[in-house]
């Protein structure tokens, strides 16, 4: 063994670096998630679709075409895209931890979790994952929502129809599949391993 190469095996074992210069811009997957809100105009479209769908008369088939052109306008009029984010897990915990103390586990005379209580704490807990993951609310139109706080989604969760507020928690679920696979992913990634 060369004495040089000794000296410099040596010298890059002992080189410094600094893990938090490397995770400071870590990038999180992103994705959008449409919801349609006027549940009324997408009730009569489907409707609209089943007497097209049977209508044999051209002229009642075209007055119908028209109808649901017509409606088809409105309904995409009620189209908002939320734009979302992953987040790290101690993120996560500490959302869970801040649900936990606003709502604390309280028992029922035979040592079960209060319904009442877990409720409000499963509700809350999703309002703080949906405040801390939605980086962008867009209208049909182009519009941005001004005020993504704690209120507005507290609000929203109370107002919106549950297809949309199921939409938004089942795309949030899948980013943070994509986090977590990301995060806990141990293994080399099968293109280094290749020789």
Do not use: C
């Amino acid at each position: 063994m060369v004495a040089g190469s000794f000296l410099e095996e040596k010298k890059l074992a002992e080189s410094t670096f600094d893990l938090r210069n490397t995770l400071a811009d870590q990038d999180y997957p992103t994705d959008t998630v449409d919801v349609w809100l006027d549940r009324n105009i997408g009730r009569e479209l489907a409707a609209l679709e089943e007497k097209i769908a049977d209508e044999t008369d051209p002229e009642k088939l075209k007055a119908l075409e028209e109808e649901f052109d017509q409606k088809k306008r409105k309904f995409a009029e009620s189209k908002y895209t939320f734009h979302i984010t992953g987040i790290p897990l101690r993120q996560k915990e500490d959302l869970q931890l801040k649900a936990l103390e606003k709502y604390p586990f309280q028992r029922d005379p035979f040592g079960r979790d209060d319904d009442a209580q877990a409720l409000k704490r499963n509700r809350y807990l999703r309002t703080l994952i949906f405040e801390a993951q939605t980086t962008k609310l867009v209208r049909w139109d182009g519009a941005v929502q001004s005020n993504l706080d704690l209120a507005f989604f507290d609000w929203f969760t109370g107002q919106a129809p549950d297809h949309a507020i199921n939409a938004l928690d089942r795309a949030i679920g899948k980013i943070n599949e994509e986090t977590d696979i990301q995060r806990f992913g141990q293994q080399d990634p099968d293109f280094l391993s290749e020789s």
